[in-house]
Structures are given as structure tokens and as C-alpha cells.
């Protein structure tokens, strides 16, 4: 426990000094608050947060996937790039000291992004427009940070399986592609056209975080079918809102759970 | 203190290591020898817990295999070239291999102080030099007083003062009733460091004995290091002319490798010359052969 309070602390306070979490969670700031600010003009009563909300889910369905699954996939590939993974190791820790470490760390470091971010331009929000659907706007600075844990999740398995951290990047990026740009389309295109049926799209949705935080969001704000799309509509009409937030929520669980520990049980056996 | 029993690894088809068998007691210093590719770094990363292996390692009666995180308690590597965040000044690492080791920031503190870097602590490790690496990691090792050192070519990349400071190391941690494992392939640090040598060939452990019965062949050599009164640049092609030496220079000291009875001779010819000798040292040297009187091949 010593040890992965160690890695633990270094891993945030290597954050705390990263250019990258700082640029990120001012980003975020901004552009939260540009959107509040447009959408404030435009609108007609207060409405705020579910309007900035609401612009707010497609900004960070492609930010925030981005930027954790960057951020896990150099987590070990970078140690081994520069030599370091084997001095770590060396030392009285085992792999899953390091992993669980560097993963809470980390974890800790983009929610900590996520809420600096996104607590600034609320707060700025709440400056220009009366307060009326702050719930919602809290409810999503948590999926944010979920999504987050899942995506550092698969960034960590990424990691452990890539020889260095150039590797590492590249195949972060092209998960991010699929997961985020591509996915819709042929998850779709596979659930109706070789195997139709309701339980393949069901499945569908769950082995995509992305989509999965996407739903989740959208049903917590406007469950209209349009907006849901196919997989969130399957869902929404076959069990309903509620039963359909638990089963994303224990899918987004899954995902920030299962890549990590296929990614101790991998490191466990590599030769550092 | 360590046991090593039938440990192999193999990469593929090649046989990296094959059967090593030895054991080391508290208190003794084991030099292991071999040329490059002979399985000197696989067995030490093997010890230290960072390759799988078959075979069984103990380190103070605990399995490597089994409870790494225990053997490494009790295991102070330092490895051929030392890697550290670059990012990171030599105090903020020492700190963090500290908590790594359980060990009080004090320890790191004066870790630091041993080795000879608190001068530099807040200095970044990116702006070390490979010498002040190595002994960065030599005081890493240090943390939480382990029972075994275990060397990795402690000697690369340090000029002689530093190399004569380690062998001080090794002796004070000797004396100590530490173990020390040290692998290199300067067969004139054997007699000048270690108890027993454990020669590696292949992967196989073809000598393990006492480092007296590890002596020279038909070659023998001595060593000498030499620091003189400034006048190191004129000395070396005098050296070299008198008696056709090979001669090194390290920083302040030079280093003289020569026959055993052409010792004299070079004291001669800087003496003829002028040039006092401020300090200096002698090693006896050796070959990779053995007498075949002491050792289990």
C-alpha cells in the first residue's frame, strides 16, 4: 500500500506540473462558458445548464476520450521508453502496485481536470443565468470524469501491451477513431444487417463506453428517441429509463474495472 | 543470504541461462564474470525479480518468484546504467525510491549526502552526468539498509577515483555483513573486491569457488592508478615509450595496465623525469582461467 500510495502520489503531482491537464481543464473552461454564453443570447428563459449541458456532451464525448486514453496509454510505455519501468520494478512493489498507482493517479488527476474545468464555466454560468437545472450539470461533470476512468481503463491495457509509447499513442489514437468517430456506423450496420436483432444492439451500446456515457446523458436530460439514436432508443423503449441507467451505469463500471485488470494480469508476466 | 538453484531462461530457442546453481552467505562478496551474452544481466534481473524464470531463487529464505515484493525488501539493486525521471532533482528521487522502500525521508537525505551528491540535490537528474547517475543509484540502493546488494557493472561509465570509491563501498558493505552480487567483465575487480567469482559461460556456471582460486594463466598483469603533480599529460607518452603500457586517463588519475614485474619500471621512468607521484595504487590482476584447485565447475 506504501508503494501504490507512492506511484499514486508522484503520478498526480507529475499532472499537477503536466502543461497538458492545466490546457485541458482551461479548454474546457472556456468553451463551456462560450457555449453558455451563445446559447444565453439566444435563449428565451432560464435554461442555462440544460442548454450548456446539453452543447456540452458532444464537446467532451470527443475531448475527454481522447485525452485519458493519451494519458493511460504512456503510462507504462513511457516508463519503459525511458528506461525507468525496470528501476521501478526493482524496487519492493509488484506490477499491480504500479499499475493501481499510476491508475488512481491518473484517475484522480483528469477528474480533477474534469471538475476544475467544467466548475469554472458553471460558476461563471450561474453568473449570467439563473440556476435552474444544476443537477443535470453536476450529474454530467460525473459521467465526464466516469468516461474518464473507463478510457484510462483501456489506455492502461493499451499501455501494457505496447513495446514503447510512440506504439502506445498510435493505437490510442486509433481506438479513439473507432470508438468515438466510427463506431456508430458499424455497430449499426453489423446489428441490422448480419445478426438483426435487439440483443446484438444491446450489445452494441455496452462495448462502447463512449456511446455508453452518451445515453446515459442524454437520457439523464431529454430522453427524446431522436437525440437518444438507435442503440439509446432500443434501449430507452425495451426497459425503460431507470433499468437503463443501471445497466450503462454497471457497463461503465465494467469497462473501467475489466481493461485494467486484463492489464495487471498481462504485466504480471512480461519480463521488465 | 542468496540461493540460487538449476535457474534457467531461455528467449525463444536461445538458452540465456542454463541450471546456475550457487549460493551466497552474509558477509561475502560474489563477483559473477562473463563475456557479453555470457547471462551475467539475466541472472541479476532474475534475482531482482524483473524476468520470469524456471528455477527457484531464495533471497533470505524468500521466494523471488513467489513473493518478489518481499525479496526486493531485502535487495538493493543498482543496475549497468541507472535510469531515472529526468524530470525529477536528485533529492525528489531519492524521496520517492524512499517511500517506495518504506524508508524515512531522513534516509534519502543522508543516502544522498553518502554518495557524495548533496551538493548537487537540487539538481535536475537530466542534468546529471553518467558518473553522478551511477551514484545516484548506488545511494537508491542504499534505501532501507537492504541485506543484499546486487551489482549490475557497477563500474561503467565511472572514472577511477569513483571506482576505487565503490570498491570502498563494496568493502564497507562487507564489512557490514552485507552480501554483495556484482557482475563485470573487468576481471581486475575481482581480487580487489570479491570473495568468490562465479564465471559464466553460455548461460552455464562453468567455475564458482574462492576469488584466490581464480588466478592468472600466462598473463600476468597488475594494474596501477596514479595521481601525479599536474604533470599527467607529459607522463602518459613517457609511460607508453618506456615500456610500451597501456596507459588511461581517468579525470586526475591515470591508469597504468602492465606486467606484474614491469610495476617498477614505470615509477622509475616518472621518477627520471620529475614527475611526482602524489598517490597511487596497485592492483593485481587476472584472467579468466582458473586453477581448477578451489572452485565446483
Known amino acids: ?272 | 543470504m542468496l540461493s540460487a538453484r538449476a535457474v534457467t531462461k531461455r528467449y525463444g530457442s536461445t538458452l540465456a541461462l542454463n541450471g546456475a546453481t550457487f549460493d551466497l552467505d552474509a558477509g561475502r562478496v560474489l563477483a559473477v564474470v562473463g563475456a557479453n551474452g555470457a547471462g551475467k544481466s539475466t541472472l541479476i534481473k532474475s534475482i531482482v525479480g524483473l524476468m520470469r524464470f524456471d528455477g527457484q531463487i531464495l533471497v533470505d529464505g524468500i521466494d523471488v518468484a513467489r513473493d518478489g515484493r518481499g525479496a526486493r525488501r531485502r535487495i538493493g539493486y543498482l543496475a549497468q546504467n541507472p535510469a531515472f525521471h529526468q524530470d525529477l532533482s536528485v533529492r525528489e528521487t531519492a524521496i520517492f525510491y524512499a517511500r517506495l522502500r518504506g524508508a524515512p525521508e531522513e534516509a534519502a537525505r543522508e543516502a544522498v549526502e553518502h554518495v557524495g551528491l548533496g551538493e548537487h540535490a537540487e539538481k535536475l537528474v537530466g542534468a546529471l552526468s553518467g558518473g553522478m547517475r551511477q551514484r545516484l543509484g548506488l545511494a537508491v540502493a542504499q534505501l532501507g539498509d537492504p541485506a543484499l546488494y546486487v551489482l549490475d557493472e557497477p563500474g561503467t561509465g565511472l572514472d577511477v577515483a569513483a571506482r576505487l570509491e565503490l570498491r570502498d563501498f563494496i568493502r564497507a558493505q562487507r564489512a557490514r555483513g552485507k552480501s554483495v552480487l556484482l557482475s563485470t567483465h573487468w576481471l581486475e575487480d575481482v581480487p580487489a573486491t570479491a570473495d568468490e567469482v562465479l564465471v559464466l559461460d553460455r548461460g552455464r556456471v562453468t567455475f564458482h569457488g574462492p576469488s584466490a582460486d581464480f588466478v592468472v594463466s600466462n598473463a600476468v598483469r597488475s594494474r596501477l592508478f596514479l595521481r601525479l603533480n599536474g604533470h599527467t599529460d607529459d607522463a602518459i607518452p613517457l609511460i607508453q615509450h618506456a615500456a610500451g603500457h597501456e596507459v588511461a586517463r581517468s579525470g586526475e588519475w591515470i591508469s597504468v595496465t602492465c606486467p606484474t614485474d614491469g610495476k617498477t619500471k614505470v615509477f622509475e621512468t616518472l621518477l627520471e623525469n620529475g614527475i611526482v607521484i602524489l598517490d597511487f595504487r596497485v592492483e593485481e590482476a587476472t584472467t579468466a582461467s582458473t586453477d581448477g584447485t578451489g572452485g565446483q565447475s
Not at chain 1, 82 to 94: K, Y
Not at chain 1, 110 to 128: H, N, P, T
Not at chain 1, 159 to 180: M, N
Open chain 1, 1 to 272: 500500500m506504501t508503494a501504490t500510495m507512492a506511484i499514486f502520489g508522484k503520478e498526480l503531482r507529475d499532472a499537477v506540473r503536466s502543461r497538458w491537464l492545466v490546457a485541458f481543464a482551461l479548454t474546457f473552461a472556456l468553451v463551456a462558458l462560450a457555449l453558455a454564453v451563445v446559447q444565453e443570447q439566444g435563449s428565451v428563459g432560464a435554461q442555462g445548464f440544460n442548454r450548456t449541458t446539453a452543447s456540452l456532451i458532444n464537446l467532451c464525448l470527443l475531448l475527454v476520450p481522447l485525452l485519458a486514453l493519451i494519458l493511460g496509454a504512456s503510462a507504462i510505455a513511457g516508463e519503459r521508453d525511458r528506461g525507468t519501468l525496470g528501476t521501478l520494478l526493482s524496487q519492493p512493489l509488484s506490477s499491480a502496485d504500479l499499475l493501481i498507482g499510476k491508475y488512481l493517479g491518473l484517475t484522480v488527476a483528469v477528474w480533477a481536470a474534469v471538475v476544475l474545468g467544467f466548475g469554472a464555466a458553471g460558476l461563471l454560468v450561474a453568473l449570467v443565468s439563473p440556476v435552474t437545472d444544476f443537477g443535470h450539470y453536476l450529474l454530467f461533470v460525473v459521467l465526464s470524469g466516469a468516461l474518464a476512468s473507463a478510457m484510462l481503463s483501456i489506455g492502461m491495457l493499451i499501455s501494457v501491451l505496447s513495446e514503447g509509447r510512440s506504439k502506445a499513442l498510435a493505437i490510442a489514437v486509433l481506438t479513439w477513431f473507432a470508438l468515438v468517430l466510427f463506431y456508430n456506423l458499424v455497430a449499426i450496420g453489423f446489428a441490422l444487417s448480419v445478426a438483426s436483432s435487439g440483443e446484438m444492439l444491446l450489445v452494441s451500446t455496452l462495448l462502447n463506453p463512449v456511446e455508453t456515457v452518451r445515453i446515459l446523458a442524454v437520457l439523464s436530460l431529454e430522453p427524446d428517441l431522436h437525440v437518444l439514436g438507435p442503440l439509446g432508443a432500443y434501449l430507452y423503449v425495451e426497459f425503460g429509463p431507470a433499468l437503463s441507467a443501471v445497466i450503462l451505469g454497471v457497463a461503465l463500471l465494467a469497462w473501467a474495472g475489466v481493461p485494467l485488470t486484463a492489464a495487471a494480469a498481462i504485466f504480471r508476466k512480461q519480463d521488465a
